[in-house]
């Protein structure tokens, strides 16, 4: 007896373990074929909102009514509703944010203005 095994054992696990691979490889190309189609839906759907917004805000432009357009432009720049899953997915991320806020609060000083240098020495000295 070898203690290699079976050479026919041997190759139906080597077979087995190439459908397994290419099966796994086909669903990773279908997978990566989805969310290349998704970004692209997104991209198209961001671009047409856009170019809509736009049109609207230059038609209300060239209407110069005043009332009418400042209206119009604040309510074009009021952020969409989120969505029940959008607005789980912001809270849940929320206190990761928070985090890095807290630390920027004091900037390196090459960032610091001459005037916020002498409130900190000022805030110091209190």
């Known amino acids: 007896m070898s203690l290699a095994g079976d050479p026919n054992s041997i190759l139906m ?7 397994d691979l290419e099966t796994k490889k086909n669903q990773e190309r279908e997978e990566e074929m989805l ?4 970004k692209e839906l997104k991209a198209k759907q961001f671009r047409e909102q856009a170019a809509a917004q736009r049109e609207k ?3 209300l432009k060239q209407t110069n009514d005043p009332e009418t357009l400042g209206a ?12 029940e899953a959008a607005l789980k997915a912001v809270t849940n991320d929320a206190p990761k944010s928070q ?4 630390k920027a609060k ?3 000083a090459w960032a610091v203005t001459e005037k916020q240098s002498e409130d900190n020495k000022e805030a110091e000295i209190d």
């Open 99 to 102: 985090a890095p806020s807290q």
């Open 72 to 83: 119009e432009i604040e309510q074009l720049e009021k952020p969409p509703k989120l969505s």
């Open 106 to 108: 004091k900037k390196p």
């Open 13 to 19: 696990r080597h077979r087995n373990f190439l459908k």
């Open 35 to 38: 969310q290349e189609q998704m």
């Open 57 to 59: 805000i230059k038609t």
